[in-house]
């Protein structure tokens, strides 16, 4: 999904980012963008610990997340 576009941008203030990074691994994201759909891959963690056999992640990474997803809930919503 192109960075500048509204969807983008929107999503990136509800979680306090200014910009988008590209991640190393693989998503159900080209499936919704070949819909059309716009795509943001956003999650708790650290990415240099996905996907790995030892993979974790933090409870206040999980905590922090909540507040992220019920903020773009609303914004999305509103």
């Known amino acids: 999904t192109d960075c ?3 969807f ?14 590209a991640v190393g ?10 819909l059309g759909a716009p795509v943001v891959i956003f999650g708790p963690g650290k990415p240099e610990l ?7 992640i933090d409870i206040a990474d999980v905590e922090r997340a909540v507040e992220y997803y019920k903020t773009i809930i609303l914004k999305f919503l509103s």
Do not use: M
Not at 25 to 34: I, K, L, N, V
Not at 50 to 56: A, G, I, L, N, S
């Open 4 to 6: 500048r576009s509204d």
């Open 8 to 21: 983008v941008r929107d999503f990136c203030r509800a979680v306090g980012k200014s910009e988008t990074t």
């Open 25 to 34: 691994f693989t998503t159900d994201g080209p499936h919704f963008a070949a």
């Open 50 to 56: 996905c996907h790995r056999p030892d993979e974790y």
